[in-house]
């Protein structure tokens, strides 16, 4: 909203615009790499990555006002808020970020096989994602108590969308309206691949159940693992 972050109060309705720090004008980030802002909520605050100066703040809830800047550098992805630290992606690695004393984690980047344009948090672990089709690697663990990388899960051509939940990781693929469920730790494909429709896209686990968005037929189907 014009170089701010919308809060909504779910009970009064209330709109409240908070000004960023540093401001994104038009065309700042023309051949960047990265969103030029993302945030995540947690360790008390609302954590704001900006890719503008290559920053990340702490916005106080209670007082609506930032802290001081996180300088990790350009080229800013996704964020993420785990128990041990605040993780961001940059490029194909991702930054830590000590949330007590809000400075970067000494020591190299976690190195990943992929870029780094998602996060996806299931359990003890931050699924690093890549949204390129063309990518064998679409995803690669981290354990948040470790910082430890796992090995990366490898999809078919053309994956178009990715979950974890009962003790697997689903990859979805629209064309042909299949899901893989693949094993979280070989990261290899478990069974054969199952239909469930046309345009194959959205994928969620909840309530014990995997379900997916069949765009192609405008259907909703529900997997038991």
């Known amino acids: 909203a ?24 038009p065309g700042a980030l023309e051949g960047a ?26 916005l106080d809830p209670r007082s609506n006002e930032f802290g001081r800047p996180i300088r990790v550098g350009r080229g800013l992805g996704p964020i993420a808020v785990t128990e041990r630290a605040i993780l961001v992606g940059v490029g194909k690695s991702v930054r830590a970020i000590d949330p007590e004393r809000e400075r970067v984690e000494p020591g190299e980047p976690i190195p990943t096989k992929l870029k780094v344009e998602a996060f996806e948090q299931a359990e003890n672990f931050v699924y690093a994602l890549e949204g390129d089709p063309n990518k064998e690697a679409i995803a690669q663990p981290i354990d948040t108590a470790t910082g430890i990388v796992g090995r990366a899960i490898t999809a078919r051509e053309g994956p178009a969308d990715f979950t974890t939940g009962g003790g697997s990781a689903w990859v979805s693929y629209a064309p042909e309206g299949t899901i893989d469920r693949v094993d979280l730790v070989s990261g290899k494909r478990i069974g054969e691949p199952i239909r469930v429709g046309t345009g194959t896209l959205g994928l969620a686990f909840g309530e014990g159940s995997l379900w997916a968005a069949n765009h192609n037929t ?8």
């Open 2 to 25: 014009g170089g701010s972050i919308t809060r909504i109060d779910p009970r009064t309705k209330r709109v409240t615009l908070i000004p960023l720090p540093t401001k994104v004008p």
């Open 33 to 58: 790499e990265g969103p030029p802002i993302a945030i995540a909520v947690g360790q008390g605050g609302l954590w704001v990555a900006n890719n503008v100066d290559g920053t990340v703040r702490r």
């Open 218 to 225: 405008g259907t909703l189907t529900r997997i038991e693992p």
